[in-house]
Each structure stands twice: as C-alpha cells, then as structure tokens.
C-alpha cells in the first residue's frame, strides 16, 4: 500500500551542511534504503570516513568532491557519483561554491554506519 512521507527529520552531521531525511532509518525506520536532501554551504568539508553503505549521490545545484584514495572527482549539477560501502571517501564543496544534492543509501544511512574519521 504506498506510504505518504509528510515531512522529512533534520539530521545533525558536522561542518554545516544540512540533511533532511525523507525515508530510512531516523525518519521512517527503513534499514533499507534512505532517501535525503542535503544543502552544504560553500567551503564546507567533513572528515573522511568509510561507510557501511553505497551512497548514490544526484547533484542538483553547485558542485561537491568526492575525494577516495584513486583520486578526487568533481560533481556538477546534473550528474551523478556513486561511492561504495568499504571505500574510504571524503566529500566537500568549493571554497566560492555550495551544493544541493539526493542522496540514496543502502542500506540505509546511520551516523554510526558512516565510520567517520575523529576529527
């Protein structure tokens, strides 16, 4: 039976950017997927970290980096990166740039399942 998603659950991260759960683990329970929309100010980064999870990652405004250990890649909007569960990854925005983007994981984003690096 389909399931409205009224609103999505703000999850707190470091460094300012904003996630906005619409399905997974905070918002609706599913240990599946999780489906968010993130907003990362211009400048901004977060540590590296080695997930549990695929993140399929759509940008729809600016641009971020995806820095693995093959190489930095950088994203524009309407294109798409994918990054696998085990692959230690950093992600970040230019300096004069932020970026709106979906992000689809599965299974579904965890804070703990993220690994991140200590800061």
Not at 16 to 27: A, F, L, Q, S, T
């Amino acid at each position: 039976m389909a399931e409205l998603v009224e609103k999505a659950t703000r999850v707190p991260v470091p460094g300012g950017k904003v996630i906005d759960e619409y399905i997974g683990r905070v918002n609706t329970g599913d240990e599946a997927v999780s489906i968010a929309h993130m907003v990362a100010p211009a400048g901004w980064t977060e540590p590296f970290q080695t997930p549990e999870f695929d993140e399929y990652t759509l940008v729809l405004r600016g641009r971020i980096t995806v820095e693995t250990p093959g190489g930095v890649l950088t994203v524009g909007a309407g294109q798409a990166v994918v990054t696998r569960a085990g692959e230690r990854i950093r992600y970040a925005t230019a300096p004069d740039e932020g970026a709106e983007y979906i992000a689809v994981c599965r299974p579904a984003f965890g804070p703990e399942l993220a690994r991140r690096d200590p800061e």
